[in-house]
């Protein structure tokens, strides 16, 4: 089994071993990133590790590691990993106080820092020929989902909402705005344009996301704009996709049980797809 890094060492999973009174095992207090590798080369490296940084500084913890630090774990381990596909999962949290107690400890303890990676599957055969489905269920999540924090109670549920209706995701929806997937970001094309939700502290900022719609602005294949999508606009939408790190860009042709669009993978999605997945064997880090 591949050894993960934790806190300094390398160790096997089960050797690596958190106090009780780790706080991110108490109160969730701690941040966490997902980072892909196709054959063995990483993806939005630079833009992970901003973001990494981004969502420790907003919960006051200080970055633990430098960029090379992070970069020569991140390398070690998907080069140990069997699998040519990886996902890298880094999780840092406040660390390990005497107490409980809300407040963060003063003074502040180390952080603790695991990173780990797991083998990624492409998208299956039935997927790419049909299409995933999806439901959509209240937004529940706090007001701070810019932050990547490691409490997912809300996504977890929504998810698992999606699973027990024989979906891949679940759309999130707030105040009459559908906003993103439980864990991933939103795209549906209307009107022959494509929309996703505008960056904010409702919708976790993306880096696939990012990357695509970079990617479309450069190419032009398609006008894309950045707006709140209104549920039930939600349902005149020709395509509906969700990206994310591990699922690149997943197709829906299904949402709550009625089709969208032709009820089929549409030519925008198979477009985009191919100049993605073409992006992916250019734009990698070493
Ligand atoms: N989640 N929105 C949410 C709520 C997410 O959890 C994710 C990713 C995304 C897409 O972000 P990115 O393109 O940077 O992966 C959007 C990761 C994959 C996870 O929790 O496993």
Not at 5 to 15: D, K, L, M, R, S
Not at 157 to 171: H, K, T
Request: aromatic residues 6%; charged residues 20%.
């Amino acid at each position: 089994m591949t050894q993960v890094y934790f806190n300094g060492h390398w160790v096997a999973p089960e050797q690596a071993q958190i106090s009780v009174f780790d706080r991110g095992f108490l109160f969730g207090d701690g941040v966490y990133e997902v980072i892909p590798a196709f054959a063995g080369r990483l993806f939005g490296l630079d833009e992970h590790l901003d973001r990494l940084g981004r969502s420790l500084d907003q919960i006051d913890i200080a970055d633990p590691l430098t960029r090379d630090e992070w970069f020569a774990i991140i390398k070690r381990l998907i080069s140990e990993c069997a699998s040519p596909d990886v996902s890298v999962y880094i999780q840092v949290t406040r660390g390990t106080a005497a107490k409980r107690d809300h407040a963060y400890p003063n003074p502040a303890v180390a952080p603790t820092v695991l990173v780990s990676g797991s083998p990624m599957a492409a998208l299956s055969e039935a997927i790419r020929r049909d299409g995933a489905q999806a439901i959509t269920v209240p937004d529940i999540r706090w007001s701070r989902c810019d932050i990547k924090s490691i409490n997912l109670l809300p996504n977890i549920m929504a998810r698992q909402q999606a699973v027990a209706a024989g979906a891949s995701e679940a759309i999130l929806v707030r105040d009459g705005l559908a906003l993103e997937g439980a864990a991933s970001n939103l795209f549906a094309v209307i009107d022959d344009e494509l929309l996703t939700a505008p960056i904010g502290p409702h919708i976790l900022g993306g880096i696939t996301r990012q990357k695509l719609l970079d990617m479309i602005r450069g190419q032009g294949q398609i006008p894309v704009l950045e707006v709140p999508i209104p549920f039930d606009r939600l349902f005149d939408a020709t395509e509906v996709f969700v990206t994310s790190s591990t699922r690149d860009l997943l197709p829906i042709t299904r949402i709550n049980d009625h089709p969208v669009g032709a009820g089929r993978i549409g030519p925008v999605w198979t477009a985009l797809n191919q100049a993605f997945q073409q992006l992916k064997t250019v734009q990698v880090s070493p």
